[in-house]
């Protein structure tokens, strides 16, 4: 996962803070859902629960190419 720069997802270079989502009043499972969505595992966003998500998953449906988290997509999650 990279951000609108193109630079990677970490927690360690501060990318995105959980704290920033949280002040969004965006819910984790609604986060998750979009997650699992963006990596093929669902037709359409909706918010799961994570041990909803472990039956979903499938390592040969991940896309090749890197799954970008930008302002865009946290607006959809803000909507």
Not at 8 to 24: F, H, P, Y
Request: aromatic share 6%.
């Amino acid at each position: 996962m990279i951000d609108s720069d193109g630079k990677r997802l970490s927690k360690r270079n501060r990318s995105l803070e959980i704290e920033q989502v949280r002040n969004l009043g965006i819910l984790p499972e609604k986060v998750i859902g979009w997650i699992a969505w963006l990596a093929g595992w669902m037709d359409q966003p909706y918010a799961l629960r994570a041990e909803e998500v472990i039956p979903l998953f499938a390592l040969q449906m991940l896309p090749r190419s890197d799954i970008q988290l930008d302002r865009e997509v946290l607006k959809a999650l803000i909507g």
